[in-house]
């Protein structure tokens, strides 16, 4: 009796010891910052001033042409505004202090960067806040594949961009 007591103790802490040495040497995965969404993320500036954009993809129609969603968070005491240009074509916008500005929902409209592209390629788009910094950024393509842009994606764009002087 007291062999199948020891017997039964010892294979229990075996298994427990065994299996608690699965994450001993692996990485836990929670540690690794990522991007959540589809969309990619920029943060322009520093605490307390700290500007950010969230999520931002280019939504194509079936002809390709689009225009970008996603929001910019404004965490500084300031307005502040936010260029977001491609190659030749800029458009700012003023986010407010300590605001978020949406482009494409919510109720907001979505903004024409006059690009034209295929689903599944990327788009650089240069972010760049009030106070001079500046970031180049990959923006993925997307169209109606996804049930969750089918809404989303504007028909008939209405041009909010201005052309580079």
């Known amino acids: 009796m007291l062999v199948r007591k020891l017997a039964a103790v ?3 802490a075996s298994v427990a010891f065994g299996t608690a040495g699965c994450t001993f040497m692996t990485p836990v995965a929670t ?6 969404g589809d969309g990619v993320n920029v943060d322009l500036g ?6 950010s ?17 996603g929001s910019v968070i404004n965490q500084g005491s300031q307005e502040t505004n936010l260029t977001i240009s491609t190659g030749t074509v800029s458009s700012s916008v003023k986010v407010p202090a300590a605001g978020k500005l949406d482009f494409g929902y919510n109720g907001a409209a979505a903004l024409d960067l006059g690009v034209t592209s295929a ?11 009030g106070a001079g910094d500046s970031k180049d950024v990959n923006v993925p393509v997307l ?4 049930t969750e842009y089918a809404g989303l994606i504007p028909s008939n764009p209405t041009p909010a961009a201005k052309p580079k002087n």
């Open 143 to 146: 169209d109606g594949t996804f």
């Open 10 to 12: 010892a294979v229990a």
């Open 46 to 51: 520093m605490m307390p001033s700290l500007v």
């Open 31 to 36: 540690q690794n910052a990522y991007q959540p």
């Open 119 to 129: 689903p599944g390629t990327l788009i650089k788009l240069t972010v760049a806040d």
């Open 53 to 69: 954009a969230r999520n931002f993809v280019y939504l194509v129609n079936a002809s390709g042409t689009g225009a970008l969603i």
